[in-house]
């Protein structure tokens, strides 16, 4: 009798602990998108970019997703990356940036034997995460520099997107902030090449102009001294 009781509350609990884990549901894997960005026209086109630094807040070191708290927390989920999430953020940044800059000579990460880059850039999210009842936001920061290293310029940004609550829109939403981003450092980008061209520009005209203006200067004519033929007597 005493064995039967054993079995029929060892069954129960059994069932109970089955119950349990059908109540939470199976865990889902997810990957951000990458977007409908355009291939660049050739790959040894246009701008040579290089993401030399990739760095991701810490609690975005991990495979399973996190979810954005009313009070301001993070909650773990049952759910996770497809994979490492700094991987899916190079792969995402690498084809928006190259679809943007037309440009098929964009790296992110480990820079490639013979890839001489005309722009490096430094890149540091701190934020990355959504909630059911929090908008996705993204906090990043990156400076700029040329191919010898010198800085052109810095910029720190903020974004928010809304969405729908459940897990597949939070993913989404966080997917066009990182695109976002993208369109961001690609303006940075096309901005500081265009200024760099016209400070160039300038530099080669400067010599002509200036030999220009002192050839268009006009010269004063040589002193020649009077004679009169007139002689001083003194007596």
């Known amino acids: 009798m005493k064995r039967m009781c054993l079995a029929r509350l060892a069954l129960v609990g059994l069932l109970a602990g089955l119950g349990g884990c059908a109540s939470l549901g199976p865990s889902h894997y997810y990957q951000l ?27 975005l070191q991990r495979d399973v997703l996190l979810e954005r708290q009313p009070d301001g927390s993070l909650k773990t989920t049952r759910d996770h990356w497809a994979g490492p999430l700094d991987a899916n953020v190079r792969q995402l940044l690498q084809r928006q940036l190259a679809g943007r800059l037309n440009s098929g000579r964009v790296v992110v990460g480990e820079q490639p034997a013979g890839f ?57 939403a966080q997917s066009e902030l990182l695109q976002q981003l993208s369109a961001r450092l690609a303006t940075d980008l096309t901005k500081v090449a265009q200024r760099g061209r016209r400070d160039s520009e300038v530099a ?21 001294p009077i004679r009169t033929g007139a002689e001083v007597y003194r007596f």
Do not use: C
Request: charged content about 30%; hydrophobic content about 40%; proline content about 6%.
């Open 33 to 59: 998108d990458g977007g409908n960005a355009r291939t660049p026209a050739g790959s040894e086109r246009g701008l040579a970019v290089w993401i030399e630094n990739l760095q991701l807040a810490d609690y």
């Open 116 to 172: 001489d880059p005309q722009y490096r850039v430094e890149l540091v999210v701190t934020r990355l995460d959504a909630g059911d009842q929090a908008p996705a936001a993204l906090d990043a920061s990156w400076q700029l520099r040329d191919g010898q290293g010198r800085l052109l310029d810095t910029e720190v940004v903020h974004l928010q997107a809304r969405h729908a609550g459940d897990r597949a829109a939070q993913v989404r």
């Open 204 to 224: 080669r005209k400067e010599p002509k102009k200036l030999v220009e203006e002192a050839q268009a200067r006009p010269t004063l004519p040589a002193v020649v």
